[in-house]
T-cell receptor, first 112, second 114 residues
Framework: KQEVTQIPAALSVPEGENLVLNCSFT??????LQWFRQDPGKGLTSLLL?????REQTSGRLNASLDKSSGRSTLYIAASQPGVSATYLC???????????FGKGTKLTVNP | DAGVTQSPTHLIKTRGQHVTLRCSPI?????VSWYQQVLGQGPQFIFQ???????GRGNFPDRFSARQFPNYSSELNVNALLLGDSALYLC?????????????FGPGTRLTVL
């Protein structure tokens, strides 16, 4: 059974800082890993999708890496601004099934 | 292009009632998935449909059912509501499915059961 863990559960940083969010998963037999952003009470916004054959993906100030064999992914946010304050969720597929398994998320607060 | 739409946005029901939630995927997307998100938790998978066929079912009781229509829109039905069904219900669409494509989520339906 696939389990996804995100540490820390919450993070508060000053504006301009570079930061790293962590995601780990127990079953390395995945097709892809996705990072999402969620604002309070809202739906999820897809940020990055990394296929299992890839090591990293970049979009703007975001860079996500994937180490499938060790069951880890990191989301790197460069020069954070208050607008990136949100909860960040990672999700992996349960190998061979059509469902995504989510972590509980990391709640990020960037202070001006 | 319009994103994934869900209706209603909010809903208040009492225990024992029935509820129907609706989802319209992005144009051209054939896969629809449903998730339940309880406050403070990550979304939990309920169902996935592709081309009107159920492709996946999560660990939810038979009170939960869903279907997909020829235009790829979908309904989630919950019978005999319990207090614990209070949650944000999210719909996601993709071209082929979660294991290959980016999932695009709707804004969700907030269900409160009293």
């Amino acid at each position: 059974k696939q389990e996804v863990t995100q540490i820390p559960a919450a993070l508060s940083v000053p504006e301009g800082e570079n930061l790293v969010l962590n995601c780990s998963f127990t079953d390395s037999a995945i097709y892809n890993l996705q990072w999402f952003r969620q604002d309070p009470g809202k739906g999820l916004t897809s940020l990055l999708l990394i296929q299992s054959s890839q090591r990293e993906q970049t979009s703007g100030r975001l860079n996500a890496s994937l180490d499938k064999s060790s069951g880890r992914s990191t989301l790197y946010i460069a020069a954070s601004q208050p607008g990136v304050s949100a909860t960040y969720l990672c999700a992996v597929d349960q190998g061979g099934s059509e469902k995504l398994v989510f972590g509980k998320g990391t709640k990020l607060t960037v202070n001006p | 292009d319009a994103g994934v739409t869900q209706s209603p946005t909010h809903l208040i029901k009492t225990r024992g009632q029935h509820v129907t939630l609706r989802c319209s995927p992005i144009s051209g997307h054939k896969s629809v998935s449903w998730y339940q998100q309880v406050l403070g938790q990550g979304p939990q998978f309920i169902f996935q449909y592709y081309e009107k066929e159920e492709r996946g079912r999560g660990n939810f009781p038979d009170r939960f059912s869903a279907r997909q229509f020829p235009n790829y829109s979908s309904e989630l039905n919950v019978n005999a509501l319990l207090l614990g069904d209070s949650a944000l219900y999210l719909c996601a669409s993709s071209k082929d499915g979660p294991t290959t494509d980016t999932q695009y989520f709707g804004p969700g339906t907030r269900l409160t059961v009293l």
